[in-house]
């Protein structure tokens, strides 16, 4: 069993920064692939951003390439998140899953709401 918590969420400007960060806990924590997936209203849930175990493989949905990092810590992971779009409100889920890249996640946090304003 994984547990996620998400923080880092909040209101910028379209062109700024923030950085997420995702909490787990559990015991096994370290052998699941980590991602983070997103949410608009009235849209469906897409990939963002993933990353291996052991950190070594990285992969990013085109839309946010050079934009965007993953990268995992002790029990965490982050997206730093540069050149906001002014997309609204999204919500950003953290998520673990067995498989690679990780697209139908074993477990997911409860979110944590960006919003860009233009």
């Known amino acids: 069993q994984v547990q996620l918590v998400e923080s880092g969420g909040g209101l910028v400007q379209a062109g700024g920064s923030l950085r997420l960060s995702c909490a787990a806990s559990?015991?096994?924590?370290?052998?699941?692939?980590m991602g983070w997936f997103r949410q608009a209203p009235g849209k469906e849930r897409e990939f963002v951003a993933a990353i291996s175990w052991s950190g070594a493989r990285i992969y990013s949905d085109d839309s946010v390439k050079g934009r965007f990092t993953i990268t995992r810590g002790s029990a965490r992971i982050y997206l730093q998140m540069n050149s906001l779009k002014p997309e609204g409100t999204t919500v950003y889920y953290c998520?673990?899953?067995?498989?690679?890249?990780?697209?139908?996640?074993?477990?997911w946090g409860q979110g944590t709401q960006v919003t860009v304003s233009s």
């Open positions: 998520a673990a899953s067995h498989s690679w890249p990780p697209y139908e996640p074993d477990y």
């Open positions: 559990g015991r096994t924590f370290s052998s699941y692939a």
